[in-house]
């Protein structure tokens, strides 16, 4: 596994490396766990080769955000991705990626000022700009992304779409602790009474969904009910919100593909989880 932390020397080594190679692609912020590693995993298993970036992009947090204590973990990382068959890891800095003079942006408009983006303004510009250019460096066939960052998914399934990329996200699971609580970096955050709470997300989640097998197909309802439960354990609701699993539109009433979303503040720290409610 080599590691790279220039996009001259990653490009040079793809260039003599890649030629008629499937190339995959992780782009993470580190501080791995095994959600992380689960697309690592499926990674390996569908390219020929396996790149994975570390980057804690500055552009997607907002000045109040969590950048500086972000978890940052290298050399673990590191080990693990070795671990995992990663062939290539870049690690750029941000001399790298933003260099003096940086002024070109990507927006996907409307899906970006929605849901996270209505709450974090801003963040879904950064994090398309900078897949845009790490797209643009790697060059995959095929990038693995988490469904728990389902409406990143999204934003970047259309950036693809408009800008004509030949890249595929392939859409992964989301990796949950035995309770229900999907993997996080800001996990780490959690005290361990905070922890406890925090599996009010999964719970709500879930609860709205057999509410819909049952019968039940008003959001409004379900969405009182998801409410109750996370209020319950004494979590703040940036939203909940039940929308169209293709478009983020939110319904009045549930369909096939329609996904719960929510946002909550247990303590300070922001988690997000998402399920579909219909298949
Ligand atoms: P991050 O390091 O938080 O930017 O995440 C990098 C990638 O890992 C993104 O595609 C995330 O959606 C994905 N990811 C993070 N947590 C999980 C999880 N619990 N299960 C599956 N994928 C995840």
Request: net charge negative.
């Amino acid at each position: 596994m080599q590691i790279y932390k220039t996009v001259a020397e990653i490009r040079e080594a793809l260039a003599a490396e890649a030629l008629h190679k499937k190339i995959g692609f992780v782009p993470t912020m580190g501080a791995l766990h095994k959600g992380h590693l689960s697309l690592v995993e499926k990674c390996h298993l569908e390219s020929d080769l396996t790149v994975v970036s570390i980057y804690i992009n500055p552009a997607q947090f907002r000045p109040q955000e969590d950048l500086n204590r972000y978890p940052r973990n290298f050399e673990k990382d590191i080990d693990l991705l070795r671990n995992y068959h990663a062939d290539l890891v870049f690690t750029p800095d941000n001399a790298q990626m933003y260099p003096e003079g940086y002024c070109t942006w990507v927006t996907v408009e409307g899906l970006s000022d929605i849901l996270c983006g209505a709450s974090r303004p801003g963040h879904f510009r950064g994090v398309s700009t900078i897949v845009l250019k790490l797209i643009h460096i790697v060059q995959p066939k095929l990038m693995f992304m988490g469904m728990k960052d389902y409406q990143q998914i999204i934003v970047l399934e259309k950036m693809i779409e408009d800008l004509n990329l030949d890249t595929k996200i392939v859409r992964c699971p989301i990796v949950r602790e035995p309770d229900g609580l999907a993997m996080s970096s800001r996990n780490l955050y959690l005290s361990s009474e905070e922890r406890q709470r925090a599996t009010c997300l999964i719970k709500a989640l879930k609860k709205a969904q057999m509410m819909v097998n049952e019968g039940c197909l008003s959001s409004s309802i379900l969405i009182s009910e998801a409410e109750n439960i996370i209020k319950q354990a004494d979590g703040k609701i940036d939203y909940i919100k039940i929308v169209d699993g293709s478009t983020l539109q939110e319904l009045a009433e549930v369909h096939s593909g329609a996904r719960m979303m929510l946002a909550v503040y247990i303590g300070n720290t922001r988690l997000i989880d998402n399920l579909e409610l219909l298949p």
